[in-house]
Nanobody, 114 residues
Framework: QVQLVESGGGLVQPGGSLRLSCAVS????????MGWYRQAPEKQRELVAGITSGGSTNYADSVKGRFTISRDNVKNTVYLQMNSLKPEDTAVYYC????????WGQGTQVTVSS
């Protein structure tokens, strides 16, 4: 079955950086659109970034210029590099597969606080 396993979350100070990883198994990774969503307390889940099978990317306006999504089709892994983190980036971050999205990871907590 398809599995998405995120890692890399944690506590970071404002202005700091984190890199999230999502390892995918059970499907042909290279053919799939991948994304990162987040959900902050008492807020709706929102799309953060997406990357097509061909490598085209899109970002939420709130993270443009600070976050970078990338993929490694050999390691079957998608990444989210997050720089210049702000307290409002605090959320649970989810890796997704497919345009639906069709599959979700379990989520990883990112907390930005001094």
């Amino acid at each position: 079955q398809v599995q998405l396993v995120e890692s890399g979350g944690g506590l970071v100070q404002p202005g700091g950086s984190l890199r999230l990883s999502c390892a995918v198994s059970g499907t042909i990774f290279s053919l799939n659109h991948m994304g990162w969503y987040r959900q902050a307390p008492e807020k709706q889940r929102e799309l953060v970034a997406g990357i097509t099978s061909g490598g085209s990317t899109n970002y939420a306006d709130s993270v443009k210029g600070r976050f970078t999504i990338s993929r490694d089709n050999v390691k079957n892994t998608v990444y989210l590099q997050m720089n210049s983190l702000k307290p409002e980036d605090t959320a649970v971050y989810y890796c997704t597969l497919g345009y639906g999205p069709n599959y979700w990871g379990q989520g990883t907590q990112v907390t930005v606080s001094s």
